[in-house]
């Protein structure tokens, strides 16, 4: 049986006029981390959105490969069902729908399943409580009023509870304090087990900090060029990206 879950074979896509992924190539087995790290502008948000089928962004060459099966000109709906979540930089507010119905409408969306609502909110108790959450913003309309931090926690219990086979974390630890980086760092941790991966964009290593990684790759200008362990976020983190732009 094979260990892949994601491939990526010479993937160039546009935004608009604008050619911004210039052949990326990236695989991604059951088990692993990978994290995308580069300068602003150079293409990680565009790679998460490719993935994911946004239809801002149009793929002009290549492939995606989920669990072996050709994904390039799915939907994002059938993406999701097929396994893969993806967090937003900036998680979008849903006014009159609450945190609990978002979740129980996203779940049986997901795995066409009824939900049962009592073991339903038993489990986002449980995970609320993980990730130091207010239990009170079970009932808030979803992301209104909540603080950046709060927002991003929400993302990770979303995660936590549709139980992807694959997480793509974009730039989740953007604008958190050093205490919610901890709790994201922590809620990737709870979901990560053999059978799952995790990718996570970014352009900070405070969140890689608690978390063993097994790939960082560097993109620039549309490409990975580099690709190497955890240490190479360290590198990065004392030395910044110049000598990888030329």
Known sequence: MSNSLLE????????EEKEILKGINLKINKGEIHVIMGPNGSGKTTTAN????????????????????????SRTDEIARKGIFMSFQLPEEIPGVSVTNFLKYAKNK????????????????KYMEELSMNPNNMERSLNVGFSGGEKK???????????????ILDETDS?????????????????????????IITHNTKILR????????????G???????????KEIEENGYAKYKN
């Open 210 to 221: 608690s978390l063993k990684v097994d790939y960082v790759h560097i993109l620039v200008d």
């Open 110 to 125: 997901v795995t066409g399943q009824p939900v049962k609502i009592f073991e339903f909110k038993k489990e986002l108790q």
């Open 223 to 233: 490409k990975i060029v580099k690709t190497g362990s955890g240490e190479l976020a």
């Open 50 to 73: 490719a993935i994911f089928s946004n239809p801002v962004y149009t793929k002009l060459k290549g492939k995606i490969l989920f669990e072996n099966e050709d994904i390039t000109e």
């Open 153 to 167: 926690k929400n993302e990770i219990l979303q995660m936590l509870v549709l139980n992807p086979k694959l997480a």
């Open 8 to 15: 990526i074979k010479d993937l160039y896509v546009n935004a």
């Open 175 to 199: 604008g958190l304090d050093v205490d919610a980086i901890r709790t994201v760092s922590k809620g990737i941790e709870m979901f990560k087990n053999e059978n799952n991966a995790v990718l």
